[in-house]
Nanobody
Framework: QVQLVESGGGLVQPGGSLTLSCVAS????????MGWYRQVPGKQREVVAT????????VYADSAKGRFTISRDNAKNTVYLQMNSLKPEDTAVYYC??????????WGQGTQVTVSS
């Protein structure tokens, strides 16, 4: 079992920045990849960025490239999503995600990000 707890969401003006954090606990040794997804009402959940905790390999959605940075601190079992130059279309519930080596998926409870003036 893996538990994920997100924090850092909130209201920000267009062009502003936010940093999301996700703390993992439980069977963290089994985690193969972690990442961030987002979802707006009526739409499918979409990937934003992923990272491999061991190697630090990152993958970004086109919408996140150049604006968002995913990183990890293995000592704190934490993954971050630094979001810059935020746009209204970035408004969504952001979910932390982890997949284990046995292909089990885990999700956090979600944190709301609202970009509005």
């Amino acid at each position: 079992q893996v538990q994920l707890v997100e924090s850092g969401g909130g209201l920000v003006q267009p062009g502003g920045s936010l940093t999301l954090s996700c703390v993992a606990s439980g069977s963290i040794f089994s985690i193969y990849v972690m990442g961030w997804y987002r979802q707006v009402p009526g739409k499918q959940r979409e990937v934003v960025a992923t990272i491999t905790p061991r190697g630090g390999r990152t993958v970004y959605a086109d919408s996140a490239k150049g604006r968002f940075t995913i990183s990890r601190d293995n000592a704190k079992n934490t993954v971050y999503l630094q979001m810059n130059s935020l746009k209204p279309e970035d408004t969504a519930v952001y979910y932390c995600y982890a997949r284990t080596q046995t292909i089990l998926d885990y999700w956090g409870q979600g944190t709301q990000v609202t970009v509005s003036s």
